[in-house]
């Protein structure tokens, strides 16, 4: 497994063996990781608390410890001690050999009625709910990443053989090689025909294998990918029709990215809260990069359909009488025509009384 601190060189320049299926494994994790570090922004960190190590412990280890002791740093370190009556670790055992600091921390539980002692107290913050991290999940795929580009790469290279020719004698073979360097040349090549008619010279063929398998081999590795991104909420489409998909196809699985990715983000902000309570600063985290335009999107979207649900229900509340405009414009015709018959009746009253 992957620590922090690194044990291991990092070197980039180092070769890829492409038949080694650690050394694929652990480029592919590194490249996954590089991808998962801009996924949440933090703000109002101090100098001594980078959020690259924040980030860095939480995704790969599950959890980080936050502590003062000259300053106010994260810490990697083992959670132990006896368990409270959440059953949860309560001390936190740093040893860092830069400091010169090996310590056991009391970790500090919102739900303690003691107070935060920064001599003594350390916070933890969790990277999900149940403290995994993001390696497993990223160690899983770049296991069946590893393992089918090597299928792949086999599969390339046997597909340049179609077919082997084989010799019977000394004269045979050196025809054949004259025969193959002439191919590769560009020259028009030619043999014997007596060895053919001899057997001297005879192909086998060797790769049956059609272009069929290569295809699903860059499918199958396309779906690991996109399964992947899936996994921490980018829609990345696998959908394996060979013609075009429409917008719903597209849209599918937008319900099944939200979950872990929002979970993290709760977690993270449980975490700035309490560096905020215990230490006094101003620490806020959200989405950054491709996962905070998504997040914009979606939420416009829902904004939206709320809005169109809202005029559907308002339309719906309207009086009938709206709907039947005729007999609005009937009433008053009917009003107007009382108008002269009360008119000629005061008239008449009028000329009695003459």
Avoid at 7 to 14: A, G, H, I, K, V
Avoid at 302 to 311: C, P, R, S, W, Y
Wanted: glycine share 4%; proline share 4%.
């Amino acid at each position: 497994m992957l620590g922090f601190p690194h044990t291991e060189s990092l070197n980039p320049n180092r070769r890829i063996d492409f038949e080694n299926v650690e050394t694929l494994k652990k480029l592919h994790v590194r490249m996954m990781l590089n991808r998962c570090m801009r996924m949440f922004k933090w703000e109002g960190l101090p100098e001594s608390l980078p959020a690259r190590f924040i980030e860095q412990n939480l995704m790969i280890n599950g959890f980080v410890g936050i502590a003062e002791t000259d300053k106010i740093r994260a810490y990697f370190g083992g959670m132990g001690g006896v368990l409270d009556e959440y059953y949860l670790p309560s001390v936190f055992i740093v040893a860092n050999p830069w400091l010169k600091l090996n310590k056991e921390f009391t970790i500090y539980r919102d739900y303690h009625e003691s107070e935060f002692n920064k001599e003594e107290n350390c916070i933890i913050g969790l990277n999900d709910t149940f403290s995994y991290g993001l390696y497993p999940l990223i160690e899983k795929y770049a296991i069946q990443l590893a393992t089918n580009e090597i299928t792949l790469n086999v599969a390339d290279i046997n597909s340049r053989a179609i077919n082997i020719l084989t010799a019977t004698s000394e004269s045979a073979y050196n025809s054949i090689k004259m025969f193959l360097k002439d191919l590769v040349k560009g020259k028009i090549a030619h043999v014997r025909e007596s060895m053919i008619q001899d057997n001297d010279v005879r192909s086998l063929p060797f790769n049956s294998q059609t272009n069929s398998g290569i295809t699903n081999l860059i499918e199958l590795q396309q779906y690991y990918k996109a399964s992947f991104y899936n996994e921490i909420g980018l829609n990345a489409n696998y959908n394996m029709k060979r013609e075009s998909i429409q917008q719903n196809e597209s849209d599918m699985n937008h319900d099944s990215l939200r979950p872990l990715i929002d979970d993290m983000l709760y977690q993270r902000e449980q975490l700035a809260d309490q560096m905020n309570k215990c230490f006094g600063l101003n620490v806020s985290v959200e989405f950054d990069s491709i996962w905070a335009q998504r997040m914009m999107s979606e939420d416009a979207i829902l904004d939206q359909e709320i809005a169109a649900a809202e005029q559907m229900e308002e339309a719906a509340e309207e009086p009938e009488t709206a709907e039947n405009p005729d007999q609005e414009s009937a009433e008053p015709d009917a009003d107007a025509s009382e108008e002269p018959e009360e008119d000629q009746k005061e008239g008449e009253e009028d000329e009695e009384t003459v």
